[in-house]
């Protein structure tokens, strides 16, 4: 789910900030494409502007200046509103460089002030015979092709394990339910950019309720609403259509991944920073899991989701900026490190037990990491 803008800790909103800020690159003020120059777009509160609008295929970068008062989101979307990559969390007055890898065809850019995935667009020309997943490298169309296999594993494995937790929910069992509920949502926060690109499936099973507007919460289902009533009302009662409604969608997800096709700039280097920004603006703050406190469960899953990315590229990256390697190896450890450190059983420790210090610190392993893994997708598309 998009990560809400606004953060609960002040030192967390400044590591975020900083990390944030930090994913922006240089200018050479070019034709786009990769590594030559970045086509310039000016994103506000109302308006998306896009410098240059006639684009030859095959990687390109956009400079995406947020001159807004909101934090944005940058997308590039098929005609049919599709999503084929995005760059989330654009905070207000900072800069971020966006590679992404385009075939010939038409497509529309967005800037979604308030991160609602709605809001002005322009529209772009794509030609040329660029643009083909991993064509330049082998090695990145086999970690393409590994990582879709990832990712269908993990939503078989979500399946399973919601499907044990909605069954717990529709037996009224209350108890069974919570202990089920965060292992049910691992899979799917390692892989959920991913399934952002199935269309409204993603909020209908993980939005939360502080993110919903009056209008609709009428509408509001999935996980979430079942963890506010297991834990703050202490009863399914009445909840049981949500159990079902949450399957048929995890089901309809799973039906639709037979057409998944994964670009490894697109969806797998920009898919893994993605992943971070979700703990650092949702899990870190503890506003991800508000009734059941399991935010170090998703931490883990996003955690692990951007590592899986980062391995299968990781030949790449080590050949084109092995300084890169370098420090990405180390700072995935030491989060995997910190993160450790509140392991309990097979899970972790409730989040409501972390005390503001040692949120700090892990926010600022999450911030170290974001560095170097911003500069992943530019290395890659080189």
């Not at 967390?12 to 944030?20: D, E, F, P, R, Y």
């Not at 240089?26 to 786009?32: E, L, N, P, S, W």
């Not at 697109?266 to 893994?272: I, L």
Request: hydrophobic residues 40%; glycine residues 10%.
């Amino acid at each position: 789910m998009r990560p809400t803008p606004v953060l609960a800790l002040a030192g967390v909103t400044a590591l975020s900030a900083s990390l944030l800020a930090a994913c922006g690159g240089g200018d050479d003020g070019g034709d786009g494409k990769a590594g030559g120059g970045a086509i310039k777009v000016t994103a506000s509160d109302n308006a998306c502007d896009v410098a240059k609008k006639d684009l030859a295929a095959g990687k390109i970068t956009f400079k995406v200046a947020n001159k807004g008062s909101q934090a944005n989101e940058f997308e590039i979307l098929r005609p049919d509103g599709k999503i084929i990559a995005e760059r989330e969390n654009i905070g207000p007055g900072t800069t971020v460089n966006f590679v992404v890898n385009l075939a010939a065809g038409d497509y529309k850019a967005l800037c979604s002030a308030g991160q609602t995935g709605k809001g002005p667009t322009q529209d772009l020309k794509v030609t040329g015979s660029g643009g083909t997943a991993g064509s330049a490298d082998p090695r990145l169309t086999q970690a393409a092709s590994e990582y879709k296999a990832f990712v269908l594993a993990q939503v078989d494995d979500t399946v399973v394990k919601a499907q044990k937790f909605a069954d717990a929910v529709k037996a009224g069992d209350v108890e069974k339910a919570k202990q089920l509920y965060a292992p049910s949502r691992m899979g799917w926060e390692t892989i959920e950019p991913v399934a952002e690109k199935f269309g409204d499936i993603d909020p209908r099973i993980d939005a939360r309720e502080a993110d919903l507007k009056p209008a609709e919460k009428a509408n509001w289902s999935g996980w979430h609403l079942l963890e506010k009533a297991l834990w703050k009302d202490g009863s399914v009662k009445g909840r049981e259509q949500y159990a079902d409604r949450l399957m048929a969608d995890l089901k309809n997800l799973k039906g639709q991944m037979a057409t998944l096709t994964l670009d490894p700039v697109n969806d797998m280097a920009h898919g893994a920073k993605e992943l971070l920004d979700e703990v650092a603006t949702g899990k870190v703050t503890g506003e991800e899991e508000a009734f059941s406190h399991t935010d170090l469960w998703d931490f883990k899953g996003n955690v692990d989701g951007a590592k899986k990315v980062y391995d299968l590229l990781r030949p790449v990256v080590q050949q084109k900026d092995a300084q890169l390697a370098k420090d990405l190896d180390d700072n995935f450890a030491a989060v995997e490190k910190l993160l450790g450190k509140y392991a309990k059983g097979d899970g972790y420790v409730s989040y409501d037990t972390v005390g503001p210090n040692d949120r700090k610190a892990l926010g600022d392993a999450v911030n170290a990491l974001g560095e170097p893994l911003s500069k992943l997708a530019g290395v890659v598309a080189k």
